[in-house]
C-alpha cells in the first residue's frame, strides 16, 4: 500500500462555538506550512525538536488572525508516524476555518474521513484492530462501550488474535516445506501435535465467537420500548427515567401520538429507551398511525417495558398487549404504586405469563432503580458472560473469525480423514489469512485489499 507524500489539514474538534478548537497537518511538509502561518515564530519553530509546544500568532499579511499554542511532533515519534502539526486555536468556527483555509493555501490539503488514523496504520503505528477502535472510543455512549474499545486500542484483543495466526502460520512452515522440496529428506508434521494445535485455535475462535452478542449490546446499546394502553402513566415513567420533561403529559388519553427515543447509560451499558402511542382500538386515523408506530417499536426492541396501571384491574387491552409480548424479553412495570395497589405482582405475572414486574411510581421515583436492574437482567438473559477485553464488537471481525472457523474445522477433518498435506495446508493459510485481514496483517504479500481500507475509515470523522 502506497503512502500518500500529500501534507493534510484538517479540523480535529467539533465544529461549533468552544473555548479551544485544534486544527491538525500531517505530512511531510507538515513543520513547513505550519511554520509559514508563524512567521514572528518561524525559525524558532523550525529547527525545534519533537515534542515541544510553542506560543505563536497566526498571521496572514502582517494582520493577526489567532494566539495559538503550536505543538510539534516530528516523524515517527507522532499519531501519524510523519510530522504533525497541532495548532491550538480559539474554539471560534470562523477562526478555525481561516487557519485550515490559510494551511490549503501552504501547500497542504484537506483530509478525508479517517485519513489521519489510515495514515497512522499505513506506517505502523496501530494495526486495524486499533485503528477501528479509536472510531468507537470516539463514539462510545456507555461505560462497557468505552471500556471494550479503550481495550482495543490497548492491543488486547490484537495480540490475542495475532497468537492464533501465528499459531497457523507455525502449522504452514512444515506442510509447505515438505510440498516444496518433496525430494528433500525434511521431517514431516506430526498429526496428532498438529491437531491439538488445531483444536486449541478452534476452541479459542470459538470462545471469542460466543461474546459476539454480548458486544452487539455494548457497542449498539439496548433498545427498550416502553408500551401499554393509554394512560397507564407511560410518558411520565419515560421522563422519569430521563429526569426531565421530555414528553408531554396529560390525563387525556392518547395525548402520545409519535415515538420519542433518547439514550442513557445505566450501569454502564447504552439504553435506547422509546416512548411510545398507547396501544388500543382506535377509529382515530392520528392514533391508529401511533399505534401502528408502536407496534413497531416493540417488534425493533431487545426488551419491552410493559407499563400497567398498578391501581386498577387489568383490563382486556392489557391481556391483549400481554399475549402479543408471548416470546420476547419484557418487564412488567406496575405504576401507580403511589396510589392504592389494585394488582399483587405474582398474580399479574402468572395471568399474563409473562416473567419479570416491578412496583413502581413515576410520579415519586420509588423503584425506578430496581425497574432498571430487571430490564438490564432481562436483556443480557442468556447472554454469556465475558471480560470487556476479549468482547467482539465489530463485524467485520466477526465474518473474519466465523470464515477462519469454518476453515480450521476443515483442516482438522483433513487430519482425521488422513487427506493431503496440499488440500489441509489450503485450509489453514486461508484460515491464517483471514485472521490476518482482521489485524490488517500481510501473509506471503498478500494485503489488506484497499476498497475495505476505504470502507472502515469512511466511518472516522474528518480530523481523526
Known sequence: MNISQDTIVAIATPLGVGGLGVVR??????????????????????????????????????????EVVAALFRAPRSYTGEDVVE???????????????????????????GEFTQRAYLNGKMDLIQAEAVSDLIHAHSKSARAAATSQ????????????????????????ANLDFAEEDIPGLAPEEALTTIEAVQSDIEHLLAT????????????????????????SLFNALLAQDRAIVTDIPGTTRDTLDETMDW???????????????????????????AKQARELAHVVLFVVDGSAPLAADDEKIARELLGKKAVVALNKRDLRAALDSAAVLKHLQLEHAVSISAKTGAGL????????????????????????????HISHLEKALERIIRAKSG???????????????????????ITGDALSGRSVNEDVLTAIFSHFCIGK
Open 25 to 66: 497537518l500531517s505530512g511531510p511538509n507538515a513543520v513547513a506550512i505550519a511554520s509559514a502561518l508563524l512567521p514572528s515564530s518561524r525559525e524558532i519553530f523550525l529547527k525545534a525538536q519533537s515534542h515541544t509546544l510553542h506560543h505563536a500568532w497566526i498571521e496572514r499579511n502582517g494582520q493577526r488572525i489567532d
Open 415 to 437: 487430519f482425521n480423514e488422513k487427506r493431503s498435506e496440499e488440500a489441509i495446508s489450503i485450509d489453514i493459510r486461508e484460515a491464517a489469512q483471514e485472521l490476518g485481514s
Open 267 to 293: 450501569e454502564g451499558t447504552a439504553v435506547v429507551l422509546t416512548d411510545t402511542a398507547g396501544i388500543r382500538d382506535t377509529t382515530d386515523v392520528i392514533e391508529e398511525h401511533g399505534t401502528r408506530r
Open 87 to 113: 495548532l491550538s486555536c480559539h474554539g471560534s468556527p470562523a477562526v478555525l476555518k481561516e487557519v485550515v483555509k490559510l494551511a490549503e493555501q501552504g501547500g497542504a490539503r484537506m483530509a478525508g474521513p
Open 153 to 176: 486500542l490497548e492491543g488486547t484483543l490484537s495480540a490475542k488474535i495475532k497468537t492464533l495466526r501465528s499459531l497457523l502460520v507455525d502449522l504452514l512452515a512444515p506442510l509447505e
Open 369 to 396: 432503580t430496581e425497574l432498571q436492574k430487571a430490564v438490564l437482567s432481562a436483556a443480557y438473559q442468556n447472554v454469556p458472560e465475558a471480560e470487556a477485553s476479549k468482547v467482539l464488537t465489530n463485524e467485520r
Open 212 to 235: 459476539r452478542l454480548r458486544g452487539k449490546i455494548i457497542r449498539d446499546g439496548v433498545r427498550v420500548a416502553i408500551v401499554g394502553k393509554p394512560n397507564v402513566g407511560k410518558s
